[in-house]
């Protein structure tokens, strides 16, 4: 809009200029000729009463007084020349002193000869001044040719000017006000349209695909924006009905996949189980000699075998219902160190930065997370050639860090991301709940885990709790 307005304001300002340049030219133009055709008549109707011979040497004569009076009436001076361009009688008494138009030019001569209607007007610039100077000629009584008529005409555009620039004055203060209500009406309706975008813009940005989303509702809004509001409405019916029904899917598909690995795991101790049964069965006799100590083996066999699926069970009811939290304040220091006393390898070291650090945890959980961390970084260095694991108590300004590392095999970069997924592991045995369960007790906490790994190197799991803060030293 703003654009609009200066460009019209330019052009309009143009074609005004172009227009008072063009009315000039047209009234000096025809008030020359005007002039120039009294003028003219004045000297047919003194030709017409001379008593003189109508001839070029006598024009000096005929018109001794008479230019004079012509000029006077006409209120413009003019020139009379002979034929051959030589100045003959001025009504400026003066002129003859001025040797520039004493003769005519060669050139006008030409012009005016070979001019359709026998008449040439010269246009030049004097003193700033736009010059015009026409030239016809002069006949006698029987139309002959006696003598060239010179009309100079000065254009004085003093007044047009003036009107110009007073009229260009009033349409640029007309121009101004339309220019600033032009800035103003389009600030208005620039935020009346953003207004409705910026809303539509923030809602886009706050979409969540796994939340509930808010629709657009703006009051009368144009008939663009309601197009784009409708569809976007329309995007969080669709996008919701689709949120549900892959959270069903998903919630489905867990359930398949953990119902799939449930029975693969009892079905690994149950088939030999099975095979110790029917061995038995075969080769039982009450008479063998051998039979109670054969009897001890087979119940050993099972009782082996029942073990690994009650550790199964175990190990997914863990993972999957965590038990109820007995929080109570600890010296992380002191259960950490606990936790380590069931491990009876010699590479497994334990430093603490102070001697008590105060914490409000589940005991149980809090082993938990040692033991399962400690436990990876064990099956980490069985082929290392020096085993080491340290494992360390820290304060990390409000919280208490508590670091696992191990100089172990380290975990490929592919792997990174799914380490905390259950089921997910780099191992030929478990089934990979550890770190899911690990995570899972430090979220609770609304802690953080976080670990960094160099294949070949080794890896450093960090586990952070909230500390107790204005708790007195335990004894």
Not at 162 to 183: D, N, P, S, W
Not at 337 to 360: G, S
Not at 389 to 405: E, N, Q, W, Y
Request: aromatic fraction near 8%.
């Amino acid at each position: 809009m703003i654009l609009l307005v200066l460009i019209a304001s330019v052009l309009i300002l143009g074609v005004t200029i172009y227009q008072f340049r063009e009315i000039n030219r047209d009234y000096h133009e025809n008030r020359m000729e005007r002039k120039e055709e009294q003028i003219r008549q004045s000297i047919d109707l003194t030709i017409q009463k001379t008593t003189y011979p109508v001839t070029t040497e006598n024009l000096g004569l005929i018109f001794k007084d008479e230019i004079y009076e012509i000029a006077v009436v006409q209120n413009m001076n003019f020139n009379l020349y002979s034929l051959e361009g030589q100045l003959i009688k001025s009504s400026r008494p003066k002129f003859e002193n001025d040797s520039l138009s004493v003769c005519l030019s060669a050139e006008v001569l030409n012009n005016l000869e070979l001019s359709p209607d026998k008449r040439y007007v010269e246009k030049n610039r004097a003193a700033g001044d736009q010059y015009q100077a026409s030239y016809t000629y002069i006949a006698d009584r029987q139309f002959k040719p006696i003598g060239i008529l010179n009309l100079p005409y000065f254009e004085d555009n003093s007044f047009n000017d003036k009107e110009l620039r007073e009229f260009l004055m009033r349409l640029a203060g007309v121009y101004f006000l339309m220019l600033l209500l032009a800035i103003a009406l389009a600030y208005f309706i620039s935020k009346y349209i953003t207004r409705s975008l910026e809303t539509i813009s923030d809602m886009m940005e706050h979409t969540d695909l796994t939340k509930r989303n808010k629709k657009i509702d703006i009051e009368k809004p144009g008939e663009e924006i309601e197009k784009l509001i409708s569809s976007y409405n329309a995007m969080i019916d669709e996008l919701g009905q689709s949120a549900a029904k892959l959270a069903k899917s998903e919630r489905e598909q867990a359930w398949r996949e953990m119902a799939k690995q449930v029975a693969h795991e009892i079905k690994n101790p149950l088939t030999p189980m099975r095979l110790s049964v029917q061995s038995f069965e075969r080769k039982f006799d009450p008479k063998d000699p051998d039979i109670d100590r054969k009897v001890k083996e087979f119940s050993n066999t099972l009782i082996q075998q029942i073990d690994t699926m009650s550790s199964i069970a175990s190990a997914f009811y863990n993972f999957a219902e965590m038990p109820a939290q007995q929080n109570e304040t600890l010296n992380v220091v002191k259960i950490v160190k606990l936790a380590l006393d069931i491990f009876n390898e010699e590479y497994i070291h334990f430093i603490a930065e102070e001697e008590e650090i105060i914490a409000k945890l589940d005991r149980t959980q809090l082993i938990r997370v040692v033991t399962n961390l400690v436990k990876n970084a064990i099956q980490a260095v069985p082929e290392v050639e020096s085993p080491r694991i340290l494992v360390s108590v820290a304060t990390d300004g409000d919280m208490v860090k508590i670091s696992v590392a191990d100089n172990g095999v380290g975990i490929e970069a592919e792997f990174e991301d799914k380490i905390f997924e259950p089921k997910f592991t780099t191992k030929t045995s478990g089934m990979g709940l550890g770190l899911g369960m690990v995570k899972n007790i430090v979220e609770t906490y609304k802690g953080s885990i976080k670990f960094t790994s160099q294949p070949g190197k080794g890896t450093v799991f960090c586990v952070k709790f909230p500390k107790e803060k204005n708790v007195p030293a335990l004894k």
